[in-house]
């Protein structure tokens, strides 16, 4: 793609003098000099090689080469102010946003947030997924949701999951895992960011003979579990992201050994500072929702 263009204030000053016929008129919208404007005017003009205005005794005429870019220059400028909005305009006053984890928001979240646009269809929500949780930007997100241990110093946290540590695979490499020392054999997936990870459910199951670090890391549990399913490895599921690979049967348990661990997902918001109207609204409903997920299990 070519990025050759005129610079923006350029053609801010010819729109806004083919808009009002007067270099004038457009200064004084601007809030630029009257010089300034012609200027930059000129300037386009001969960055283009065409002259886009004629000068008359008190009075500016478009060209034909003028006419013809003046709706083209216009279009910019109303498709940026758009994708601009769009992206940033009125967040705080209309706009909740909430910012979650790829795996959870995909394998936990969108299968449930139907359920809140139904009970709150004049409610807007933009979900931001992240990769590595950053630090919490309270001008750019509301809510945040978080994997850990639920301990954040200047933040109040809902624990929203309760996560167990699962092996998963296909059933082709289930059916020759007899017991936990086989995948000694096996490539083990790991995922990088959590701290209670192979090494723990290994501890657990006595499995001596595997070594907890070997095999293959991933940034996202989304990825281990796409190797896993083209038969690359052994994943190690979390309960609140893994629901969908177990109930498609894509993978499956080789083992019966579910371990429960303290980490887990958990809603975050500050402690101090103005809320969003509607941050309420998307707790409760979530909180409600992870409670009848823990049930369910």
Not at 97 to 105: K, L
Not at 277 to 293: G, I, Q
């Amino acid at each position: 793609m070519s990025h050759q263009m005129p610079p923006l204030p350029w053609l801010r000053a010819f729109e806004a003098s083919a808009r009002h016929l007067s270099f004038t008129n457009a200064a004084s919208e601007l809030n630029l000099t009257q010089a300034a404007i012609s200027k930059q005017v000129k300037l386009l003009e001969h960055y283009l090689k065409e002259p886009l205005f004629e000068r008359l005794p008190r009075s500016l005429a478009l060209t034909k080469v003028g006419a013809a870019y003046l709706p083209k220059v216009q279009d910019a400028f109303e498709r940026l102010s758009a994708g601009t909005l769009e992206v940033f305009g009125g967040r705080r006053a209309e706009m909740l946003s909430v910012r979650a984890p790829i795996g959870y928001a995909v394998n936990w979240l969108a299968a449930r947030l139907p359920h809140f646009m139904a009970a709150h269809p004049k409610t807007n929500v933009r979900i931001v997924s992240s990769v590595w949780a950053e630090d919490f930007e309270a001008e750019r997100y509301d809510l945040d949701i978080r994997y850990g241990f639920g301990h954040w110093p200047g933040f109040h946290a809902d624990r929203l999951t309760w996560e167990v540590l699962e092996p998963l695979c296909l059933p082709e490499i289930a059916a020759r895992l007899r017991e936990p020392d086989d995948l000694a054999k096996e490539r083990l997936l790991h995922v990088l960011g959590y701290q209670e990870g192979w090494a723990t459910w290994l501890n657990a199951a006595g499995a001596s003979l595997v070594n907890p670090g070997s095999g293959l890391h991933l940034d996202t549990s989304l990825m281990a579990f796409e190797v896993a399913a083209n038969g690359a490895g052994v994943a190690l599921g979390r309960r609140s992201m893994s629901g969908k690979e177990l109930a498609t049967g894509r993978l499956v348990r080789p083992f019966d050994l579910a371990l429960p661990i303290d980490e887990c997902f958990y809603l975050v918001l500050p402690e101090q500072g103005p809320a969003h109207p509607d941050a309420h609204l998307f707790r409760e409903w979530l909180l409600t929702e992870a409670a009848a997920a823990a049930e369910s299990h």
